[in-house]
């Protein structure tokens, strides 16, 4: 399957920590168990409280665009991808997450704040061996 942008980008390093946000094809938030909150990136011990009961939460993969730049010169292989956008996207049933990553299938001059989106992933071989990497990406509704 052709990637959406191009098999020059480089891929995640998986660890225990991110591998339910870049494998699970849903978008899965970090939640601490002892005060609900959520935590995104996803780290050894809640922020808020310090606990260290931590769990992941399937989210819905929707949300809303708070912030958008548009990428117009190439960074080492991807000369062929530009011009691309980037999302700061807050998820509906996470509060206080923002996730950023790459919109798909829309031109990027038509990528505006405040459009809703949702999440699409992108499947990507793992360079370790494991089973394919799904890469979240956003979609505008």
Known sequence: MARHLGDQWVLPAIDDLNRAWFTSGQ????VCEDCDAFLHPPDEICSECQGSHLSFR?????????????VHHAIGGLANSVPY???LVSLDDAPGVNAIGNVVNREPAEVKIGQRVNAVFEEAPDA???PPLLIPQWEVV
């Open 128 to 130: 370790d061996g494991g």
């Open 27 to 30: 978008i899965s938030v970090q």
């Open 85 to 87: 956008a980037i999302a």
């Open 58 to 70: 399937a989210c819905s993969g929707s949300g809303r665009i708070e912030s958008v730049v548009v």
